[in-house]
């Protein structure tokens, strides 16, 4: 929080997160650099008040405890549906007016008035920079405190509810950073003005990219085309367009610089824990064979990495535990973000629900979605259809059998370059350049809905 050290003038935004799951403060991470490196929690700050670190609380223990329950037969569903109909994505068509309040736009705001985040933004006004949050609660608050600096809103899925835009959306000074078209136009009918909106693309980590010309992300993609094409059916068909955009292949089809990995990452509520033992002892043989790595990637949770654990030694799998079968323990939340990015640096297919990772497909990963849960993910996963980077999940019982035939057919290194062609990779860097007011290196997107 704004402490008066040497710091604070070099400082180019809030950045703001709510550490409510990992969607969230995923993106704001890749947008550490506009923070001097350090992201601010709204609902978990030093010096936050006692009231408002309630009124925070209950509103994400709420959320945590229906995505864990969600599992759970009849009665999981039952809460789950209720929940999600709170933040129920409307049908996009006929194009009609949307912006009618709904009731838990409501119930924020009476949230607000009770004073939720006004602490938070007194603090941050004392040096009014622009003001850059990825979750909307923030966003309401600073306008309705008027924030005295700009007041930017960063999207975090493929489509967004009606609680994404203020109560009053055509007075607000709220200015929105959105992931794709479909958000872009979606939040007109919600009432915000047009010229409040900016299609950014959704920012991912510049380690995985290496600025505006994607080096990095050119280097890694022709690595795991490598591994996701061993026999050569994608490059054959491809050779042209990937020595253009690639440059002269550089893969000896002995292989990448890493083995075949796949990643599988858990949400932050943790309601997928099972799928991914489903996975480890599908493909027990094929580790032990080193045909396959699998990192089984559990968050911040200790209770899900012991689960983990307790999987592999279950499996027979003790002797390949971190070479084989990774399980990556963090000691923060900032050390998570950068770990797993890490990760998905020798990560070939990416295996999670059609979260915010969707995103990712624009690095050039292949992405397997597990079932989606809530509105926002199944957008996302259509979202991620559309644009050909994922697929939908297969019997995880039988992933030995059914990945390798989609990796064998070249299949998967398709998914991969879709992802790379057709979903924006430089969001983070168009976003720095709009909230500092700069030219920027970056091409527009095309207004893809």
Not at 109 to 114: A, F, N, P
Not at 146 to 160: E, F, K, M, N, Q
Not at 348 to 377: H, N, R, V
């Amino acid at each position: 929080m704004p402490n008066h050290s040497h710091h604070l003038d070099e400082r180019k935004a809030w950045v703001v997160d709510v550490n409510m799951g990992y969607g969230h403060s995923r993106a704001a991470h890749a947008l550490k650099d506009l923070s001097l490196g350090e992201v601010i929690s709204a609902n978990d700050y030093k010096g936050i008040p006692a009231e408002d670190k309630k009124l925070w609380n209950e509103s994400r223990e709420l959320y945590e405890a229906i995505s864990r329950l969600k599992p759970i037969p009849v009665v999981g569903d039952f809460l789950f549906e209720a929940m999600d109909y709170w933040q129920q994505i409307p049908k996009f068509y006929p194009r009609r007016d949307l912006s009618k309040a709904n009731i838990q736009l409501k119930q924020i705001y009476r949230l607000i008035k009770k004073g939720l985040g006004k602490h938070f933004i007194a603090k941050c006004s004392q040096n009014p920079l622009p003001f850059v949050t990825t979750f909307f609660i923030p966003a309401f608050v600073a306008d309705y405190y008027d924030y005295p600096g700009d007041i930017w809103c960063v999207t975090t899925d493929a489509d967004v509810s009606r609680a994404w835009a203020p109560l009053d959306p055509h007075k607000s000074r709220i200015k929105y950073l959105a992931s794709n078209g479909r958000v872009v136009e979606r939040l007109k009918l919600y009432g915000v003005r047009a010229e409040q909106i900016y299609l950014s693309g959704f920012p991912m980590p510049k380690e995985l990219i290496g600025g505006p010309k994607s080096l990095i992300t050119k280097d890694l993609l022709t690595q795991r085309l490598c591994n996701l094409d061993p026999n050569g059916i994608f490059h054959t068909r491809y050779e042209r367009t990937l020595k253009a955009e690639l440059g002269p292949a550089r893969c000896q089809r002995s292989g990448a610089s890493h083995p075949l990995t796949l990643t599988y990452s858990v949400g932050g509520a943790g309601a997928q824990r099972a799928l991914g033992m489903q996975i480890l002892e599908s493909l027990k043989s094929r580790i032990v064979r080193h045909e396959i790595r699998l990192n089984l990637v559990p968050g911040l949770r200790p209770d899900m990495i012991a689960y983990y654990k307790d999987a592999v030694a279950s499996a027979g799998l003790k002797k390949e535990l971190g070479t084989w079968v990774v399980i990556p323990e963090f000691a923060s939340r900032a050390e998570y973000f950068s770990g797993f990015n890490e990760i998905l640096k020798t990560t070939d297919i990416l295996w999670t629900k059609p979260s915010e990772l969707s995103f990712y497909c624009g690095l050039g990963i292949a992405i397997i979605m597990a079932p989606p849960i809530g509105s926002q993910e199944e957008f996302n996963r259509v979202w991620l259809g559309y644009v050909g980077g994922g697929v939908s999940q297969n019997d995880p019982a039988y992933v030995s059998e059914w990945l390798f035939d989609w990796i064998a057919s070249g299949g998967v290194a398709r998914m991969a370059w879709n992802g790379y062609i057709e979903a924006p990779t430089h969001g983070t860097y168009r976003i720095e350049d709009l909230v500092l007011g700069r030219k920027s290196e970056v091409e527009a997107l095309p207004l893809i809905v």
